[in-house]
């Protein structure tokens, strides 16, 4: 990796995970058409409360995109990323998608943009998105091998032409293929997403990633297929099942494993806003949004000067400020600032790392364990158990803690009770983690896990992730007494 790809990828939440902890990300769903098909794909059906690829709340106007990214931007200063990522496919709806680039290019030139697109229309797309300064583009690769690709994607549209059958495939692969080349070979961060589908694309999914990779890709982010009947697509319909998570993480080792395979994904709507692992796109409802910002899109881009946008008009909780302009320098400047206080942020953690790293480095090479860390960002452990909504699963050794994935669960507190069926759920989902490291733990829940061998441990509580790992490791070491003679 170049030092220039590192240090654009860096605060970039989902190129990098360092990076996913300190900054945030928003989506706008300005895509609605796609040109492809694919067997796991339904954009009529949208549950508010699914985070799953591509559904979206709300279909946005280009207009309607920006008023949004300017709210969001007066608010939230930890935001580094506006993507678009459906709910269709963004290059099949190219003046929509450009029209926003443009503008939110236009009044926030700070901000990364990002596309994630199926590849089809990329090729001739690759000018324009290197024009725009568009810097990271995620094209959805499932399959290097049309006979693989036939039974992910019944037809593709291209040229007004549908084809169908394995020519669809082959063409998309080609593309797809081709977009990607072109766009590494400019410059710009590509990753590449892969839908894992159990006995259609698994076996092939470690042959896609080493293409992709000699392509230029810069991350591989293997996800699951998610397919229920309620859903309504092809495959939940016809009894497609998901991957386990054991099968999961094996194609995810078989694709190399390491910094280059993205493990901290969250399978994000379309209309995602915030950090990853929380969604805020309730509080920026279009509803709420900020009046009358002027927005005039010119045949071949933005018209008009700086937005000017009236926020003083707004009702909820986005009233305040009295202008949009000020708005945008106001959150400009918090970004700026909030940017300086992540360095130190990184310094401090990077020296605690260092000494956690030297303190464990007595310990015997076989002394690793599987933990879980609950966690509500900024790489401390600092989620009470019952409010957590995920946890993240590290494997740690003396060499440090690796992120293996991040595993969603059920509340476990809900209106202040403990719900005995959640439990039942987090222990299965914690069934390989020998603890938990949690900000805060009741007694009841504290006994369940100890009763399935899972210590709860609090004694790390709002240290960084890594050292507090670290820490509880050294520490269970000298209290199993399994290398007590050599620990320092
Ligand atoms: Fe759906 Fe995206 Fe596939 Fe189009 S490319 S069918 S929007 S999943
Ligand atoms: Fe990032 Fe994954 Fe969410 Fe896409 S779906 S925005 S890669 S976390």
């Avoid at 949208?46 to 591509?54: F, L």
């Avoid at 300064?133 to 499932?142: D, F, K, P």
């Avoid at 410059?187 to 839908?195: D, P």
Wanted: charged content about 25%; aromatic content about 4%.
């Amino acid at each position: 990796m170049t030092p220039d790809a590192a240090e654009r990828a860096r605060s970039h939440p989902c190129y990098s995970e360092e990076g996913h902890r300190h900054f945030a990300r928003m989506h706008v769903a300005v895509a609605p058409g796609c040109n492809i098909q694919c067997h796991y794909c339904n954009r009529k059906y949208d549950c508010a409360n699914e985070s799953r690829p591509g559904v979206a709340s709300e279909r946005l106007s280009p207009e309607e995109a920006i008023r949004k990214v300017l709210a969001v931007a007066a608010r939230l200063p930890q935001l580094s990323v506006v993507g678009i990522a459906g709910p269709g496919d963004p290059l099949a709806n190219p003046e929509r998608t450009f029209a926003t680039l443009e503008g939110v290019k236009r009044a926030l030139p700070d901000l990364k943009l990002c596309v994630s697109t199926n590849g089809l229309a990329l090729p001739e797309s690759v000018d324009r998105l290197v024009a725009l300064g568009v810097e990271h583009v995620t094209v959805t690769i499932n399959m290097v091998d049309p006979e693989v690709g036939e039974r992910i994607y019944p037809w593709i549209v291209m040229g007004g032409r549908r084809i169908e059958g394995r020519e669809a495939s082959r063409v998309l692969s080609e593309r797809q293929l081709e977009g990607l080349e072109r766009l590494a070979a400019r410059g710009v961060l590509c990753k590449v997403n892969s839908v894992l589908i159990p006995g259609v694309n698994d076996a092939h999914i470690p042959e896609v990633s080493r293409r992709v990779r000699a392509l230029g890709a810069f991350l591989h982010n293997v996800m699951p297929l998610v397919a229920a009947p309620e859903h309504g697509t092809h495959y939940g319909l016809t009894g497609q099942r998901e991957p386990t998570r054991d099968e999961l993480e094996a194609v995810q080792r078989a694709c190399g494993g390491g910094a280059a395979v993205m493990r901290h994904c969250r399978r994000c709507r379309a209309d995602a806003i915030g950090m990853l692992g929380e969604d805020r796109r309730d509080e920026y409802a279009l509803a709420r949004l900020p009046v009358n910002v002027p927005f005039e899109p010119t045949p071949g881009g933005i018209g008009g000067g700086a937005p000017d946008v009236d926020v003083g008009a707004a009702g909820g909780s986005l009233a305040g400020a009295s202008d949009c302009a000020a708005g945008a320098a106001a959150g400009s400047l918090a970004r700026r600032s909030y940017l300086g206080a992540v360095e130190k942020r990184r310094a401090q953690l990077a020296e605690a790392r260092g000494a956690a790293l030297a303190a464990a480095a007595p310990l015997p090479a076989d002394v690793r364990e599987r933990i879980a860390v609950a966690t509500r960002g900024e790489g401390l452990v600092n989620e009470h158990f019952g409010h957590a909504a995920e946890f993240q699963v590290y494997d740690v050794g003396r060499e440090g803690a690796k992120l293996v994935g991040v595993r969603q669960i059920p509340h476990y507190c809900l209106g202040g009770e403990g719900e005995e069926r959640s439990l039942d759920a987090i222990l299965d989902v914690l069934s390989d983690c020998a603890a938990v490291l949690v900000a805060r733990i009741g007694r009841c829940p504290r006994e369940r896990l100890a009763a399935a061998g899972i210590e709860a441990v609090d004694a790390h509580a709002f240290e960084p992730i890594e050292v507090a790992a670290l820490g509880w490791l050294r520490a269970r070491a000298e209290r199993t007494g399994s290398c007590r003679q050599r620990v320092a």
